[in-house]
């Protein structure tokens, strides 16, 4: 049996409806994806977007977590401390579009939501839309381009994490 792909998730309290649909989602309707949970797992008990955020991240760095999305109001503050942490590239994402291109154009391995913004069903569609691409995919004509973009991203990172 093939190993399950690890998706952990976290969210601030403006975040939690959302996050709870999309954890309900994932384990509903994609048995081959492994839900790490980091919380909040109630609306009394709160915490903010910044120490939420690392939850995620830190998974992701430690190998514990292949893939992760997080959800604040906007999904700018999760996006600006994920991307905090080396080897996290969290995107901001909107629709389905903006979902497909996080991973096809920037290799993005954390996806960012506003549960202000987003609605549940409509937050389930870029989650699955996200999940089914790879890096390059439907932009095999940039494929080299993306790739080195992608490299010199990285190679910007090492040198600014020390």
């Known amino acids: 049996m093939a190993e399950k792909l690890k998706v952990a998730l976290a969210s601030d309290l403006s975040g939690f409806p959302l996050k709870q649909e999309i954890v ?3 384990k509903e309707n994609h048995p081959e994806i492994e839900v790490i949970d ?12 910044f120490e939420q955020a690392p939850k995620v991240a830190t998974a992701i760095q430690q190998g514990k977590a292949e893939k ?4 604040c109001g ?12 080396k080897g996290v590239y969290a995107c901001v994402v909107d629709d389905v579009f903006s979902g497909e291109r996080a991973k096809i154009v920037n290799n993005s391995n954390v996806i960012t939501m506003g549960g202000w913004i987003t609605a549940p069903f409509l937050g389930c569609q870029i989650v699955d839309a996200w999940l089914a691409m790879q890096f390059t995919q439907k932009m095999e004509f ?11 991203v990285v190679k910007l990172e090492d040198g600014q994490f020390k």
């Open 24 to 26: 309900k989602h994932l």
């Open 38 to 49: 980091f919380g909040i797992d109630s609306a009394d008990a709160p915490k903010p977007y």
């Open 68 to 71: 992760g999305i997080l959800i």
């Open 142 to 152: 940039k494929k080299e381009f993306l790739t080195n973009a992608f490299a010199q």
């Open 74 to 85: 906007t999904g700018q503050g999760m996006a600006i401390v994920a991307n905090k942490h």
